[in-house]
């Protein structure tokens, strides 16, 4: 009998905390891996490629998507501080024509099926490849230089500068601001993976900036930890609900 009435009494505590579960799925825009698809730069093609996406995604019961909005320090949303993304249209800076904002696309679409959008933004990573053409005229990176490195073949944000930080909390702001998202992931927040043979070039900044720090390793960590509790204050304090 006791363990009739403990039993009882556990099926309706655990009914009574069962948590919500977050089930996602990443849709990738570099390189064009999940979206839009390869070459495919026509609005009305991107938006039904989007909309078989979350329609599958619905009838999986995925709650969430993951939607990399900002692959490398570019945009799938209309921003005033970086250029459209040239996975998007096929050319960095170029908006799509005829005009619509893929993000709020999204948002609408995804919250019509119950979905929720977290967008994921790769915080430091500027070019996948050496080939600076490729950046729009009106890129950071002509007007302000100073603030990139270059490491292997790619380019970079220097993570030890304070105006790198106060750049990307500009860029969150500015996205949490006008979009109802319920979620802002980071993704390669850290710095790159070490190339053999290859310092990471920011000796000149550790040098300039120390910040207390006599271990070049604990002061890059350091850098790590002040630009995601900053994101986190600026997310806060625009919209406390935004996870």
């Given at each position: ?50 909309i078989e996406i979350l329609d599958s995604l ?186």
């Open positions: 009998f006791l363990f009739c009435i403990l039993h009882f009494a556990f099926c309706i505590t655990a009914n009574a905390q069962h948590k919500h579960e977050m089930r996602a799925a990443w849709v990738a825009t570099v390189a064009n891996i999940d979206w839009p698809k390869k070459g495919c730069f026509d609005v009305d093609s991107q938006k039904q490629q989007m619905k009838a999986l019961k995925f709650n969430a998507i993951v939607f990399q909005i900002r692959p490398t320090s570019d945009a799938f949303y209309q921003s005033e501080l970086e250029p459209w993304s040239m996975f998007l249209t096929g050319k960095q800076g170029v908006a799509p024509a005829p005009f619509y904002d893929p993000l709020d696309f999204t948002i609408a679409e995804a919250h019509k099926r119950q979905i929720e959008v977290h967008v994921r933004l790769n915080p430091y990573r500027v070019l996948n490849t050496d080939k600076l053409n490729l950046l729009s005229d009106n890129h950071l990176y002509h007007q302000k230089p100073e603030l990139f490195v270059k490491y292997g073949t790619q380019y970079y944000f220097n993570p030890g500068l304070d105006e790198t930080r106060s750049f990307l909390n500009k860029v969150v702001a500015d996205i949490v601001t006008r979009y109802d998202i319920d979620a802002v992931h980071f993704d390669d927040y850290f710095y790159p993976y070490r190339i053999a043979g290859e310092e990471f070039p920011d000796d000149a900044t550790f040098k300039a900036h120390p910040r207390g720090f006599a271990n070049k390793d604990d002061w890059r960590r350091n850098n790590v930890n002040l630009i995601i509790r900053e994101l986190n204050t600026t997310i806060k304090s625009i919209k406390p609900w935004v996870e």
